[in-house]
């Protein structure tokens, strides 16, 4: 009795072989890896910014081409240099859109910001006193981007219009005056890093030089002899550093 039951279990388990060798060939299914985000850059963005900003006036004097009983600056005031820096806090607003070919990332930008950059200051030079007001209250550009995207790093270069409210003016004790408020345009190039460190986010850190042109001015103040004519050559350029965040319309 005892050999049938140890017979009938032995044949039990050798009919379960095949199934438990078929069972082990099956092929064990790997867990499943989320795949690496990988950004795409096309589409509008808009966010915010916040740098600082140096502006220079460099001011030069010149022999103006006006009739005069006494030019001045053939004498004394050609020897002045008001020029000056102005550095302050710039913030504000960007928007814009991306293009992406590839590695490839190309696209228009568009910012506005607010300035506190301003100086005044006085030359004592020759016995004579000048006071100059030079500063940014408004800054923004209009650019064409170019840059190249490694995973969620973009590399770019940056270049276009720059537009800015200036205060600039220059006074002197002989009775020079000149004061300017109001806008100019030039042009601004630079580039930046920016990162996308979310699927709708990226930071960037960004440099622009900037440069607003010439202006001379020409003034008639009071000489030692009478009339004196006075001319100013007047140069305003400047740089941006900033940080800045955006959010992506994608």
């Known amino acids: 009795m005892n050999m049938k039951k140890t017979q009938y279990a032995l044949a039990s388990a050798l009919s379960t072989l095949p199934f438990a ?27 915010v910014n916040l740098g600082a900003i140096s502006e220079r006036s460099s001011a030069s004097t ?17 020897s002045l240099d008001p020029s000056q820096t102005a550095t302050g806090v710039l913030g504000g607003l960007q928007i814009g ?16 910001g607010l300035s506190s950059a301003k100086n005044n200051s006085t030359t004592f030079t020759n016995g004579y006193h000048w006071s100059a007001n030079t500063g940014i209250d408004a800054l923004g550009t209009a650019r064409l981007r170019l840059g190249y995207a490694f995973d969620r790093a973009l590399v770019y270069a940056t270049g276009g ?17 000149w004061t300017s408020t109001g806008w100019r ?17 990226s930071a ?8 607003l042109g010439s ?16 001319g100013i ?14 959010y992506l319309f994608h």
């Open 21 to 47: 060798a078929s069972a082990a060939d099956l092929p064990v299914k790997a867990p499943a890896v989320a795949a690496p985000y990988m950004p795409l850059w096309t589409g509008f963005y808009a966010g």
């Open 97 to 112: 859109y991306n293009f992406q070919s590839g590695n490839i990332v190309y696209g228009v930008e568009a910012d506005f």
């Open 161 to 177: 219009l720059a537009y800015a409210k200036v205060r600039d003016s220059y006074q002197g004790d002989i009775g020079y005056t």
């Open 62 to 78: 010149f022999v103006p081409s006006v009739a005069s009983a006494n030019n001045f600056c053939l004498a004394f005031v050609c």
């Open 204 to 211: 960037k850190a960004e440099g622009l030089y900037y440069d």
């Open 215 to 230: 202006k001379d001015h020409v003034s008639t103040g009071t000489g030692l002899f009478g009339l004196a004519a006075v």
């Open 185 to 201: 345009a030039g042009y601004t190039v630079g580039g930046g890093l920016e990162y996308a460190f979310a699927p709708k986010w």
């Open 233 to 246: 050559h007047d140069h305003m350029t400047g740089a941006v550093v900033r940080l800045g965040l955006n």
